[in-house]
């Protein structure tokens, strides 16, 4: 019986194979994917789905370990990848996928939805123009996340009225910067 490959040294390949792919593919093909401690296994899954199979060029933002991280900074990593136009999507996993997406939507121009089934993300993409996909790693199987993440990928914004509210959506990133109230400390 042979042993199980080290996860480390799946990840080091990984990491070797999407390096060289980065070089190749411009931004609209790069997708930015990262993942908290409790998302590594079904981020390290996702980016060789997304490499082998549909053949994206990764930016891989981390983690790539199970050490504990907090996940508002790999977050932040990848709404900055799309943010900056590095990347022309981004996926965020954490256990549930809802921290990640709050701490997306912080940066302007970033539009994170935490999806679950193929309804919520056709919709984020249709309705929303989300940019940014959030998977909770407790609530999605592999086979499953790899399902949705095709479909993500392949769902074009639809456009019409959904474009206007779209619109509303980045006014309020503007107004809603320069009202912030200053808050007291509790």
Same mark, same amino acid.
């Given at each position: 019986?042979?042993?199980? =490959?080290? =996860?480390?040294?799946?990840?080091?390949?990984?990491? %070797?194979?999407?390096?060289?792919? %980065?070089?190749?593919?411009?931004?609209?093909?790069?997708?930015?994917?990262?993942?908290?401690?409790?998302?590594?296994?079904?981020?390290?899954?996702?980016?060789? @789905?997304?490499?082998?199979?549909?053949?994206?060029?990764?930016?891989?933002?981390?983690?790539?370990?199970?050490?504990?991280?907090?996940? =508002?900074?790999?977050?932040?990593?990848?709404?900055?990848?799309?943010? $900056?136009?590095?990347? @022309?999507?981004?996926?965020?996993?954490?256990?549930?996928?809802?921290? $990640?997406?709050?701490?997306?939507?912080? @940066?302007?121009?970033?539009?994170?939805?935490?999806?679950?089934?193929?309804? $919520?993300?056709?919709?984020?993409?249709?309705?929303?123009?989300?940019?940014?996909?959030?998977?909770?790693?407790? @609530?999605?199987? =592999?086979?499953?996340?790899?399902?949705?993440?095709?479909?993500?990928?392949?769902?074009?914004?639809?456009?019409?009225?959904?474009?206007?509210?779209?619109?509303?959506?980045?006014?309020?990133?503007?107004?809603?910067?320069?009202?912030?109230? %200053?808050? %007291? $400390?509790?």
């Amino acid at each position: 019986m042979t042993n199980p =490959p080290d =996860p480390r040294e799946i990840e080091r390949m990984v990491r %070797e194979a999407l390096a060289e792919t %980065e070089r190749e593919i411009p931004a609209r093909g790069r997708v930015a994917i990262g993942a908290d401690h409790g998302g590594l296994e079904l981020k390290t899954h996702l980016a060789g @789905f997304l490499v082998e199979e549909l053949r994206y060029a990764v930016k891989d933002v981390g983690t790539h370990s199970k050490d504990a991280v907090d996940y =508002p900074d790999i977050a932040a990593a990848v709404a900055r990848a799309v943010q $900056s136009g590095e990347c @022309f999507r981004g996926i965020v996993i954490d256990a549930a996928g809802i921290g $990640s997406a709050i701490a997306c939507n912080k @940066f302007k121009g970033v539009r994170a939805a935490n999806c679950h089934d193929v309804d $919520s993300v056709r919709n984020s993409r249709e309705h929303n123009d989300a940019n940014v996909l959030s998977l909770g790693a407790r @609530f999605v199987n =592999p086979g499953h996340a790899r399902r949705l993440v095709r479909i993500w990928l392949a769902t074009d914004f639809a456009g019409g009225r959904h474009a206007k509210r779209v619109q509303k959506i980045s006014a309020l990133e503007e107004s809603e910067k320069s009202r912030a109230p %200053e808050r %007291e $400390s509790r």
